[in-house]
């Protein structure tokens, strides 16, 4: 059984427009947010084996804050090129990489790929589809599987969907 977190990263800052994309940081909202979702990721008792996460900046400093509430060291998150310019079949061969030993993945990326892929994994069931992932949102899919070469399309069992504006609020 595999566990898979896929996370498009907090807000980032379009304020110095000299800097090449990779280097963009987090905005104040995605300094806010990333911390919110770490505590709330946490806050379902998840447990990640690895984390992942594109090379750009604010998608390594989402990678950060993620580890940090989850107590993950934080020296330990693999930065992936393919995370940073993908197509879903690029990501779907970095996932299949993963070492089985490893149970439960953690995942950093970028729109509009994220959503794209979590839709490939889990289907396009009506009550299920992801129109788009939004900053700093986490998809999380169980696959029923021993490793993660198998992998395939539709086979992803939908867990939940978080984002930072969604209301938690207890009923």
């Not at 934080?74 to 940073?84: C, G, P, Q, S, V």
């Not at 993963?98 to 439960?104: A, F, M, N, T, V």
Request: net charge positive; hydrophobic share 40%.
């Amino acid at each position: 059984m595999k566990n898979l977190f896929l996370v498009r990263h907090a807000k980032s800052s379009w304020a110095d427009p000299s800097l090449a994309d990779r280097e963009r940081p987090l905005n104040k909202r995605g300094l806010r947010d990333a911390p919110l979702m770490g505590q709330r990721l946490a806050g379902r008792k998840v447990r990640v084996d690895a984390i992942w996460s594109s090379p750009a900046q604010r998608a390594l400093e989402t990678a950060r804050f993620f580890a940090s509430t989850l107590k993950y060291p934080r020296k330990e998150i693999e930065l992936r090129d393919r995370l940073y310019t993908n197509t879903i079949d690029d990501l779907l061969l970095e996932i299949r990489s993963c070492p089985d030993e490893i149970k439960s993945l953690l995942v950093v990326g970028h729109n509009p790929v994220i959503s794209g892929f979590a839709n490939f994994l889990i289907g396009h069931a009506k009550d299920t589809h992801i129109e788009s992932i939004p900053t700093c949102g986490i998809v999380a899919i169980n696959f029923q599987r021993p490793s993660w070469q198998l992998l395939k399309e539709h086979e992803g069992r939908f867990l939940f969907f978080d984002y930072p504006k969604k209301d938690v609020t207890p009923l």
